[in-house]
């Protein structure tokens, strides 16, 4: 995870396995694994669906053993903990090195300890400085002048804040692993769905009704459509709190735009249509024609009693056809047969054989649905997210690199300069650049 | 109109990756030259394209919903982007490749690496022209309409384009430390390369996961609901992950790291099109 230092203590077997990166390989491949089988076995769905899916054996296996809700099972809990404890270890093991080392001054005598990469001398008469001075300022730009005795030294450093880089990535990491953690654990989540003018105090919870410490009521519900393909373009729900019965606020409520009150956030999750009363149909069986009255999911007997039809649901505007209501249909012991009924256009759709039904009139009502959610756990996610940019900044796309040039004038004229440097993780362009500034300082100064 | 022009755009590509065969073969700079404009030339119609795809998408806006004031239309602008369904963004990851090859890696962009690059961007484009890909400009439903959508999808996008190229990288890896041949770049360049795609490839999907979770926070109340396409641009990121640990900790190079570097690469091309047709989620507008 982090540089291994050489530290002079030996580790002991369970720090150096926490802070090995072999754990941190070994832990993303199995957590890519275990996530894998999270797209591909439907997750949480009730177990006759895995029943039904991959038989009694296979199913029942896949349920108990946590794998129908593998993100929150063990499968990949207990890896994604020890990725947090490794992480951790790496911090906890690295980050006051990293410290020292980013406090560490680029002295002249910490110069005089780079490995040297180069030699260069120029005889007597010449005076290498400004040459030296120049080739420096272009190649690698500003840089600082030390006097030793019989050295001049001129240093150049870059990067210094690069070894913390990789450590504020993992800080990053850290902090939206907590802010999950503290959502799962201090947060709340559930859902509401409100008719016009209904008034909520509760919101609904898992399987259960948790209470608002306000009032909701839901003014008036808009959906509009685009007028080709049926494709909804906007839905709003304006709302309004109340406490004690009074109006505390008023909050218009879009997708995209969400509402705060009371420590509560409301999102516009969806919308539905439900029945205001029974669905008038014309049915039509041989050359008769019959009207019928249908309430929601109430078996009525057609005319001639042969045939039973059922008002499963409704919907405000099908594909972009209008009302519809959705029918089940069977005649005798047969198989039900399920269809669409489109108020506007009673040409489109299949029915059963020798009936033709036509909806008079789908009376209707939208609702909203609203997901309410509290998460102390935002925050801190998003403090990850913001601290991992100049992290990731750090450690790859600034890499650090020290340059000295000492120059050693002769007594007797003419003098010698050695090229001192180091760049740690960057080989490739420490080789280049040393090639450049190599062959740049010698134009100038040899003979 | 705009489909012509991207199928005139297709068949340059094509041919800048015969040239570019070619002229390694022959060993031409000549030709290198000549593959070299011609790319250009293409990537310059092609961003033609995407704009007039983007000002017919913001045109039919303005006829469901005429703006008022100048920031409300910049913000109609920006929602607008060509990148809100399946179509769109095959052509933007056509883009993508030549552009991200030519602007950050444009040492590299030539020869075999070169033609593979512009025949990849030339597949996508053939797919997204004959592949039976509804390429009407749809009108945005509500989720879309969001500042985020822009840079989401642009740093996903050259996030994917980035592990390309790595991808390409090491398959010539793969080819060339089995048996060296001069005329492709040496093993240690092409290390180097994939290496680097890589650091700006998992920096770009990077972004892109965060970009999206914000934005899945305002939308939905949720910036991590475990959707398909989310888990799988997790499963890459572990990949890459892995892949940057390794050699940067471990010191692996060579062969390894090529082959991490393909399994990145079908991890990315499951989370772009295998999320998309086999498994139904959140993002399943894409299709």
């Known amino acids: 995870m982090v540089e291994s230092p050489a530290s002079a203590k030996p580790k002991s077997w369970l720090w150096g396995s926490l802070t090995s990166i072999r754990l941190t390989v070994f832990l993303l491949l199995i957590l890519a694994a275990v996530a894998v089988i999270g797209t591909v076995v439907p997750q949480n769905q009730p177990p006759g669906q895995y029943f039904m899916r991959y038989g009694e054996g296979l199913g029942g296996l896949l349920y108990h053993l946590g794998l129908a809700r593998v993100y929150y099972s063990p499968w990949f809990l207990l890896p994604m903990g020890l990725l947090a404890l490794n992480i951790l270890s790496c911090l906890i093991h690295g980050l006051p090195q990293a410290f020292r080392r980013i406090l560490r001054p680029f002295t002249p005598e910490a110069a005089l300890a780079l490995p040297e990469r180069g030699k260069f001398s120029w005889p007597a008469g010449v005076d290498p400085r400004a040459h030296v001075r120049a080739v420096l300022r272009q190649e690698l730009g500003q840089f600082r002048q030390a006097n030793l005795s019989a050295q001049e030294i001129y240093l150049y450093e870059r990067g210094r804040f690069r070894p913390l880089g990789p450590y504020l990535v993992h800080l990053a990491l850290l902090l939206i692993l907590t802010g999950g953690l503290i959502g799962k654990f201090w947060g709340l989540e559930g859902s509401l769905p409100l008719d016009q003018g209904e008034v909520a105090q509760n919101f609904q919870v898992a399987d259960a009704q948790h209470p608002l410490d306000f009032q909701v009521r839901l003014d008036r519900f808009q959906v509009q459509f685009y007028e080709q393909d049926g494709i909804p373009k906007e839905f709003r729900s304006d709302l309004t709190f109340l406490k004690d019965g009074k109006e505390v606020a008023r909050a218009t409520c879009r997708v995209n735009d969400p509402v705060s009150f009371g420590g509560l956030t409301f999102y516009q999750a969806s919308y539905g249509a439900r029945p205001e009363g029974p669905v008038h149909l014309k049915v039509r069986h041989g050359d008769q024609d019959q009207s019928l009255e249908l309430p929601l999911r109430r078996l009525v007997d057609l005319p001639g009693g042969q045939a039973q039809l059922m008002l499963l649901r409704v919907d405000g505007n099908l594909q972009g056809y209008g009302p519809a209501a959705q029918l089940a249909f069977r005649e005798g012991s047969g198989h039900p047969q399920i269809f669409w009924v489109l108020q506007d256009h009673p040409e489109l759709g299949e029915q059963p054989d020798h009936y033709r039904f036509r909806a008079e009139a789908i009376p209707f009502q939208y609702y909203s649905v609203f997901q309410v959610r509290r998460d102390p756990g935002v925050w801190w996610v998003y403090a990850g997210f913001i601290l991992f940019l100049p992290g990731f900044y750090l450690a790859f796309l600034r890499p650090a690199a020290r340059w000295a040039v000492v120059l050693e004038v002769a007594a007797q004229g003419g003098g010698q300069a050695r090229l001192l440097g180091a760049s740690p993780r960057n080989r490739e362009d420490f080789a280049a650049s040393l090639e450049r500034l190599l062959e740049e300082l010698k134009k100038g100064t040899s003979p | ?287």
């Open chain 2, 1 to 287: 109109m705009i489909s012509q022009v991207l199928g005139l755009v297709m068949l340059v590509y094509l041919v800048v990756a015969i040239l570019f065969l070619m002229a390694e073969l022959w060993s031409s700079p000549r030709l290198q030259n000549g593959a070299r404009v011609l790319l250009w030339a293409g990537l310059g119609a092609h961003t033609a394209a995407l704009l007039a795809r983007w000002l017919g998408s913001y045109r039919l806006a303005v006829v469901h919903a005429a703006p008022a004031a100048l920031a409300e239309n910049l913000r109609l602008i920006i929602l607008h982007a060509p990148l809100s369904n399946f179509y769109e963004s095959l052509i933007f990851f056509a883009w993508t490749l030549p552009a991200l090859g030519v602007i950050s890696f444009r040492r590299y962009l030539k020869g075999y690496l070169g033609a593979g690059v512009a025949l990849l961007a030339c597949l996508l484009l053939a797919y997204a022209s004959f592949g039976g890909v509804d390429s009407r400009i749809k009108p945005l439903m509500p989720a879309l309409k969001s500042n985020w959508l822009l840079i989401h999808v642009v740093t996903a996008f050259l996030g994917y384009a980035a592990f390309a190229l790595a991808f390409g990288a090491a398959l010539l890896y793969l080819v060339q430390d089995r048996r060296p041949r001069a005329s492709l770049p040496p093993v240690a360049q092409l290390d180097r390369l994939i290496y680097r795609a890589t650091v700006l490839g998992f920096f770009l999907l990077t972004l892109g996961i965060l970009t999206g979770a914000v934005w899945a926070e305002t939308a939905w109340g949720r910036y991590w609901s475990w959707d398909p396409k989310e888990t799988w641009s997790l499963i890459t990121w572990f990949i890459y992950a892995t892949l940057l640990h390794a050699r940067l900790l471990k010191g692996w190079q060579g062969r390894r790291i090529a082959w991490l570097a393909v399994l990145g690469f079908m991890a990315v091309l499951f989370t772009y099109f295998g999320v998309s047709f086999l498994l139904a989620g959140l993002h399943s507008y894409l299709t």
